[in-house]
């Protein structure tokens, strides 16, 4: 057995998907009796009760009357030296390019050892702050001085080289799902608060930014309901929420259509569903669609960024490009009115998930980028 190691790690806590890879990553890297310490500004949403050989550091940012900004950033690279320097981290494994892997980069210019530097990429950094003139060669930076760089798709990988001119190598990890907490729940009797027994349920989870075309949602839904009898249910909340919640109201769906909020326990709220929306617009690589493949749940989806090398199109879920929601309805219909085939795609959902996208792989795979680093001289 390889040696057990000493990883930092870094991530936005209260962010969506890459703060739930981030900590779930860190919770089994300590299972396999790796020592983990998290270095954020506060405790990652997912790390929950106290866990053998995990370990939090906070980030405390000085106010002073001469800053018109706090600088964060500064007051984590400082934190990342301090926690490497005292816990003597063999790795620091930051997710996100900016600012966290030009924080690492800082941080390991502070240190006089052989600390290694890993950085994820999940999208954003990528597709949207990539974009930034004000930004981009700041985040090349961070990506270059890296000692091994990976991201969650094939489709992110190649949009990096694009928008960045990035040439060095990077490894592909896909996200991953636990699949002792995601498998199919018997929500037999939860189901009946949301929907009548012959009604059909559509859902959609996400932060209901605009990138993920929530109004295309509904649109889909609507079709969807005047030709089977369904419920939608909109998971999450965001930008967009008040912008929904009246074009709900205009289209008179308020009846066909529940607001669940925020909600932490998803694979029992994905259970309660048949089919999952995830119409965005970008998307590196759709955790939410692989936390429904997991509890049998077939995804409708577009086939934006890294969506199709989740979703397989006519097995696990449907894709149609971005913004035809005619397409996606009928999709949605075809596989909804037909039993036979909704079974097929729970199955190859399950079998899916777990082949693929299964925690013991991707944590082996990331186990062994550290080791590769780490045996570079
Ligand atoms: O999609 C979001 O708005 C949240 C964002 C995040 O940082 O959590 O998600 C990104 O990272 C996830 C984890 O790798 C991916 O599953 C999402 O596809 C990606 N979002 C985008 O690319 C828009």
Redesign the pocket.
């Known amino acids: 057995m390889d040696r057990l190691l000493k990883i930092g790690i870094t991530c936005?806590p209260s962010?969506?998907?890459?703060?739930v890879?981030a900590t779930e990553l860190g919770k089994l890297l300590a299972e396999k009796g790796h020592e983990v310490h998290f270095i954020t500004h506060s405790i990652p949403f997912r790390l929950g009760t106290f866990q053998k050989n995990i370990f939090y550091h906070e980030v405390e940012v000085n106010d002073y009357y001469v800053f018109r900004y706090p600088p964060y950033d500064l007051a984590l690279a400082n934190k990342m030296a301090q926690v490497a320097k005292m816990q003597n981290l063999d790795i620091l494994h930051v997710h996100?390019a900016v600012p966290h892997a030009v924080c690492a980069f800082l941080a390991k210019q502070m240190l006089n050892n052989d600390m290694k530097v890993v950085t994820t990429l999940?999208?954003?950094d990528i597709?949207v702050l990539g974009q930034d003139e004000s930004l981009k060669d700041l985040i090349r930076l961070g990506i270059n001085e890296s000692d091994a760089v990976t991201a969650?798709s094939q489709d992110l990988i190649k949009e990096t080289r694009k928008v960045l001119d990035i040439t060095r190598d990077i490894d592909l990890t896909y996200?991953f799902v636990d699949k002792r907490v995601y498998y199919p729940r018997d929500v037999t009797d939860l189901r009946g608060d949301f929907a009548k027994p012959d009604e059909k349920i559509l859902m959609h989870i996400?932060?209901f930014?605009p990138?993920?075309r929530v109004g295309d949602v509904v649109d889909v839904f609507a079709r969807v309901s005047q030709k089977i009898p369904s419920k939608l249910l909109l998971v999450g909340e965001g930008p967009d929420l008040p912008k929904i919640q009246a074009k709900i109201s205009e289209m008179g769906l308020e009846d066909k259509v529940r607001f669940l909020g925020k909600q932490d326990e998803i694979a029992q709220v994905i259970s309660l569903a048949d089919l999952l929306l995830l119409p965005?617009e970008?998307?590196?690589?759709?955790?939410v669609a692989l936390e429904a493949m997991a509890c049998g749940v077939p995804t409708i989806g577009s086939q934006a960024?890294?969506i199709p090398e989740l979703i397989q199109h006519g097995k696990t879920g449907f894709l149609a490009p971005i913004g035809d929601t005619k397409t996606m309805a009928e999709y949605a219909v075809k596989l909804l009115s037909n039993e036979v085939m909704i079974e097929e795609f729970r199955a190859a959902c399950l079998h899916r998930a777990c082949e693929d996208f299964c925690n013991n792989t991707i944590t082996d795979q990331y186990e062994s980028i550290y080791y590769r680093v780490l045996d570079r001289k």
């Open positions: 936005y962010l969506g998907g890459s703060g890879v996100y999940h999208g954003t597709t969650v996200n996400s932060n930014r990138v993920k965005s970008k998307e590196s690589f759709g955790l960024g890294g």
